[in-house]
């Protein structure tokens, strides 16, 4: 059996990270015959030297034909790399923007999971952690406030600004069903997060919600309020395991959860189209001040990698067993710079990407 897998390497350090988490995924499934055939495409930066565009039609449809994507991290310094010279609409992040809208990317999947090992580096008191927390935020990604009608106007000599917040019971549906597709694969609880007291529109999300929670009758279904959720996120974070939410609430959320786990290195990310079709990359960015210097932390790509397994190819196995080498690496006291700790050994990205693989 064999996957087409369309890879990003990205700008900055994007080919490092990618490079050592196509090792680990070609580890991990080579036991059972299943074969990788990966296509390299540019996109970002590397694309605009390439090509003159941060996204090709070429690459578009390469990626459309694949059965998922691999990406790393893309753009450069916004300050002194010329790709931030040019009109907004030929930079970098522009191709991403596009890349999203073309594979109709609806659903971000935004994973944050405390490490046993990485536990002095999270803000919360300890009571407040206890045994740790493993969450998955699902937050829509193409409607609401950021993509409805707006507009600037002046009125009687006092300017006045519109944001239109807009969702129909269809974009609600859909992300529903991705959050209560996740929940069965982990403890099949979700929570889902709105602003029901005060919004028509999540007046009409919950109701849709609640319609989708009829077909999974084995997932526990709670709703919360946006401002309880961000309080309760620093007060009980074990408590949550799925939360699905829309565009605006879910991009302050999975930051806050982001802030909780100690270090953004860590944080894989996947944005997911209907079907099972996703891209998956790290969270944070491409750092090109330490680009090239075999430094970064491969960890967060190799957890999307982890997640691309599980998700969209139901590879749930040999997804267990990335995560779990994962964490036998970090209690065996390896670290790379960015999470390095006293009494640690610190190893560079491509030692990492060898220490993983070989605990497979």
């Known amino acids: 059996m064999s996957y087409r897998v369309a890879v990003i390497k990205g700008d900055g350090i994007g080919p490092e990270?990618?490079?050592?988490?196509?090792?680990?995924?070609d580890k991990?499934?080579?036991?059972?015959?299943?074969a990788f055939e990966y296509t390299q495409v540019l996109m970002g930066g590397a694309s605009i030297d390439a090509y003159g565009k941060p996204l090709t039609d070429e690459t578009l449809e390469i990626c459309k034909n694949s059965?998922?994507?691999?990406?790393?991290?893309?753009?450069?310094?916004?300050?002194?790399?010329?790709?931030?010279?040019?009109?907004?609409?030929?930079?970098?992040?522009?191709?991403?923007?596009?890349?999203?809208?073309?594979l109709n990317l609806f659903a971000?999947?935004?994973?944050?999971?405390?490490?046993e090992e990485l536990k002095d580096a999270c803000p919360l008191k300890e009571e407040i952690i206890k045994d740790g927390f493993d969450m998955v935020i699902m937050r829509e990604l193409t409607g609401g406030l950021y993509f409805g009608e707006r507009k600037t106007v002046e009125e009687n000599g006092v300017w006045k600004a519109y944001d239109s917040l807009t969702y129909d019971e269809n974009e609600i549906r859909r992300i529903a069903i991705k959050a209560f597709d996740i929940a069965m694969k982990r403890s099949k609880k979700v929570i889902s997060v709105d602003k029901?007291?005060?919004?028509d529109s999540s007046r009409l999300w919950r109701k849709v919600v609640e319609e989708v929670a009829k077909d999974y009758p084995e997932v526990?279904?709670?709703?919360?309020?946006?401002?309880?959720?961000?309080?309760?996120?620093?007060?009980?974070p074990g408590q949550f395991d799925v939360i699905l939410t829309e565009n605006m609430f879910g991009d302050i959320l999975s930051d806050e959860a982001s802030m909780i786990t100690g270090s953004i290195g860590m944080l894989s990310s996947a944005s997911m189209a209907e079907g099972k079709f996703g891209l998956y990359e790290p969270s944070h960015g491409s750092a090109p001040d330490i680009a090239g210097q075999n430094i970064a932390n491969p960890i967060a790509t190799i957890l999307s990698a982890a997640m691309m397994l599980r998700y969209s190819f139901d590879?749930?196995?040999?997804?267990?067993?990335?995560?779990?080498?994962?964490?036998?690496?970090l209690a065996e006291g390896y670290r790379t710079v960015d999470i390095m700790a006293e009494g640690c050994t610190k190893v560079g990205t491509v030692e990492m990407g060898d220490l993983i693989a070989a605990r497979l």
């Open 196 to 199: 029901a007291n005060v919004l």
């Open 315 to 329: 590879l749930d196995e040999e997804a267990d067993a990335i995560e779990t080498a994962v964490k036998q690496v």
């Open 220 to 236: 526990t279904l709670e709703h919360m309020l946006v401002d309880n959720c961000a309080m309760q996120l620093v007060y009980d």
């Open 108 to 115: 971000n999947m935004r994973p944050a999971y405390l490490y």
């Open 67 to 102: 059965d998922a994507v691999l990406m790393g991290s893309i753009g450069g310094n916004t300050t002194t790399s010329p790709w931030y010279q040019l009109p907004a609409n030929l930079r970098p992040e522009a191709g991403l923007l596009a890349l999203r809208k073309g």
């Open 17 to 25: 990270i990618v490079t050592e988490a196509m090792k680990v995924i």
């Open 28 to 34: 991990a499934v080579s036991k059972k015959g299943i």
